[in-house]
């Protein structure tokens, strides 16, 4: 399955620098907003060490690792809503991703412009959140006129119930409340506003862009950020954009470790940035593995063997037979397929068996 992360943020906050240090787009970094007007998108490859191990043991002819896309979109300002700035394409283009990856300055610097004048990470954080919440507010407010009407016009059931979730939705967001902090059932939430495509009701993860000297635990910008996003259940992640940008350069392992290690770093950020969408997300990793190649594909945790398969082909899941799944401990141990299968470790699951992070698989179909 694909997954696209959205970096949003106020103009000169970092995230175009960070957007260049993380993938392999080249979004133009400048000290003005506005400066990323079109939606830039740079695939990354997660890292995986369990691939580098099925490699070692397979010895295929190609290696596939899994993707994230990012998108870096123009800096929102304070009237966005109503189409300030470059606010009406933002909002379009914020629609289209799984996740956003909200990008608050958390460092001082006198060269880089403030488009607010200083730096205050709460009040950032805020102006896009009010700016998303006026967006999906109108949203909401035009269903709810033409739900009032439908259940006016007669008894229909399912229009009530949705005007009772509708008015649940208006309320929240009218108080400054994200539409993700609603609590419904996703089932409620689809049917309800589903076509709507709310910009406050995706998943979110702060990134606290700090200066080097932050690096690695962060300063009193972050920690105010932490205590804002604890209160949403989100995820703070603190890099440091510069310091990435001078990672993304380096091609020798070790002396990416070794630059890591002065700044007191046991991984990248976006190591950091990646971990926290899957956790995001509720993602996992399964395997595929066999000498023409081996290969890592994402899926929603809590699927079954069915669905698992449809990622690679979606006839594979409409003619699912059944599952041999290894698991990468036994792999090592006996270091290969057969060796496996002789020592009764490889299992054979049907269409209820739920995949599990790191599974090695391999379906057998009548496609």
């Known amino acids: 399955m694909s997954l696209q992360c959205g970096i949003v943020g106020l103009p000169n906050v970092g995230k175009s620098t960070l957007f260049n240090a993380i993938s392999s787009g080249k979004a133009e970094a400048a000290n003005y907003p506005f400066c990323t007007i079109d939606p830039n998108v740079g695939v990354v490859t997660v890292p995986d060490e369990r691939l580098d191990t099925l490699e070692s043991l397979v010895k295929p002819q190609k290696v596939v690792p899994t993707i994230i896309e990012f998108v ?16 009406n394409k933002f909002l379009a283009n914020i629609r289209e991703v799984d996740a956003i990856v909200h990008v608050i300055r958390c460092f001082e610097d006198d060269n880089i412009v403030h488009v607010e004048g ?17 967006k999906d507010l109108e949203s909401v407010d035009r269903k709810l006129q033409r739900t009032e009407k439908a259940v006016r016009a007669g008894s229909d059931a399912k229009a009530k119930a949705e005007l009772e979730i509708l008015i649940r939705y ?21 049917a309800a506003v589903g076509e709507l495509q709310l910009l406050t009701v995706k998943p979110v993860i702060y990134v606290a862009n700090v200066d080097e000297k932050s690096l690695p635990g962060g300063n009193q910008y972050s920690e105010q950020l932490k205590e804002m996003a604890k ?30 290690e002065e700044y007191g770093l046991q991984e990248s950020g976006l190591d950091l940035l990646i971990k926290a969408s899957y ?22 945790r809590g699927w079954k063997a069915p669905q698992a398969a449809g990622v690679i082909h979606s006839d594979f899941e409409k003619h699912f037979i059944r599952a041999q799944v290894i698991k990468i401990p036994d792999f090592v141990q006996y270091k290969s397929q057969a060796a496996v299968r002789e020592a009764g470790k490889l299992s054979v699951e049907g269409k209820e068996y739920v ?11 009548s496609a």
């Open 72 to 87: 870096d979109i123009a800096g929102l300002v304070k009237g966005a809503s109503q189409g300030q700035g470059l606010g």
């Open 355 to 365: 995949v599990a992070d790191g599974d090695v698989m391999e379906f057998l179909h």
């Open 279 to 300: 956790r995001l997300l509720n993602l996992i990793t399964y395997f595929t593995a066999g000498v023409k190649e081996v290969r890592a594909w994402t899926i929603q």
């Open 118 to 134: 200083r730096v205050n990470p709460i009040f950032d954080k805020e102006i896009i959140d009010i700016e998303l919440q006026l």
């Open 170 to 190: 208006k309320k929240a967001l009218e108080s400054g409340l994200n539409a993700r902090a609603v609590d419904v059932t996703p089932e409620e939430r689809q």
């Open 231 to 260: 209160k949403e259940g989100a995820e703070v992640v603190i890099v440091c954009a510069a310091i990435e940008a001078q990672i993304a350069e380096m091609e020798d392992p070790d002396e990416r470790q070794l630059f890591l």
